[in-house]
């Protein structure tokens, strides 16, 4: 399952919660699809921080730290 799908996924089970609520089936679904989204918004926050530099006064670039 792409992203897009997740999403479209996600979009399509809160709509539901508002209007009928969600069977304990689809909460469970819900709660995972979220769970994948949150892990995927994380891993690409990640991946782009170890890409970051910080180019100092003189031109030198430091590769950022992790805490």
């Known amino acids: 399952m792409n992203m897009k799908e997740v ?4 979009n399509v ?15 469970a679904e819900r709660d ?3 769970r ?3 892990d995927s918004v994380k891993g690409n926050l990640v ?7 910080i180019v100092g006064p003189d031109g030198t670039k430091k590769k950022l730290e992790r805490k």
């Open 7 to 10: 999403i479209a996924r996600i």
């Open 36 to 38: 994948i989204y949150i």
């Open 13 to 27: 089970l809160a709509r539901k919660a508002k209007a009928e609520g969600l069977t304990p089936e689809e909460l």
């Open 47 to 53: 991946a782009q921080l170890e890409n970051t530099y």
């Open 32 to 34: 995972k699809l979220r």
